[in-house]
């Protein structure tokens, strides 16, 4: 399977891919379709698909590096066992359960190591909007202050203010940004989730400070309890901590219809894992790379 040739990832593939990645109950946002075809590029992603089975090629990470793909088991364990007889043959972004079966299958054979940069944050949504508790009491305090000091406003991004959107994403990008573990940056990610949103099933707000756009998030859904946090982004003279206001006014518009809200990774970079400890994730979907012994 992997001699077969891979292509890029087609939006006209959306239905496929996640019908395929539902079957096999995987939950990571890193294998949505919609987070494989906007990074696709930065991370030079091509895929292998059939009807019931994907892989996705990393090439950033190598000339031989694959996501673990999805699929039946029976699917997977074929690809794998041929993967293993070609040269650097790899895997990344490995759930837990998957990582279990690949050392209990080929025991010995592969070298799995966690890659904590790569840990997807799960929060519970009702919890980030009442902030209750000690837990919460740093966060709480910012967010009080940020609403007594200034004028604000949620909308629902919409065609007629995805331009002020666009705006935040634009000024956030003139800004000097630290380089997570793996290289990877968000050069172009957010535009392209916002133009093509519809097609993507993605939804968002925009937050207004002083009748001025300040702040986007939006995302989409991963399951039928889980929201995923794909864009978000801060004006960069945005007050100091604003980013936790405008997590609790994206999550707050769909609470209604998720339990929880996978704010995705950190990247090892150290300011962003730390807005993320603060929000006191209820979990983690742990994540591992493998490489053969």
Not at 53 to 79: D, H, I, L, Q, Y
Not at 144 to 166: C, H, M, Q, V
Not at 174 to 191: A, C, F, K, Q, T
Request: contains cysteine; negative net charge.
């Amino acid at each position: 399977m992997t001699a077969q040739r891979t292509t890029r990832i087609d939006i006209s593939q959306k239905a496929q891919f996640e019908k395929i990645r539902e079957s096999c109950k995987n939950k990571l946002s890193a294998n949505t379709f919609n987070s494989l075809y906007l990074w696709q590029h930065q991370m030079k992603l091509s895929a292998f698909i059939t009807d019931d089975f994907f892989a996705v090629k990393c090439g950033e990470r190598g000339e031989n590096t694959w996501f673990f793909p999805c699929g039946s088991r029976e699917a997977v364990e074929c690809f794998i066992k041929d993967g293993m007889k070609s040269k650097n043959f790899s895997l990344c972004y490995i759930g837990e359960d998957d990582a279990k079966w690949l050392a209990e299958s080929f025991p010995s054979q592969w070298k799995l190591e966690r890659e904590e940069e790569s840990d997807e944050y799960i929060c519970s949504i009702s919890e980030l909007i009442g902030l209750r508790g000690g837990k919460y009491t740093g966060v709480r305090h910012k967010i009080n202050r940020i609403e007594r000091e200034n004028a604000l406003k949620t909308l629902p991004i919409s065609d007629d203010n995805i331009g002020d959107a666009l705006a935040v994403v634009s000024e956030w990008e003139r800004l000097p940004h630290n380089i997570g573990n793996n290289n990877l940056v968000d050069g172009g990610v957010s535009d392209k989730a916002l133009a093509e949103r519809k097609q993507l099933g993605i939804e968002g707000v925009i937050v207004y400070k002083d009748g001025q756009p300040v702040s986007v998030f939006a995302g989409f859904s991963i399951d039928e309890n889980t929201l995923d946090a794909l864009v978000g982004k801060c004006r960069g003279d945005a007050p100091r901590g604003f980013v936790y206001y405008a997590i609790r006014e994206y999550v707050r518009q769909y609470a209604d219809r998720y339990t929880y809200c996978n704010l995705e990774e950190d990247l090892g970079i150290p300011g962003i894992r730390l807005i993320k400890q603060e929000l006191r994730p209820e979990s983690k979907n742990l994540i591992w790379v493998a490489s053969q012994v």
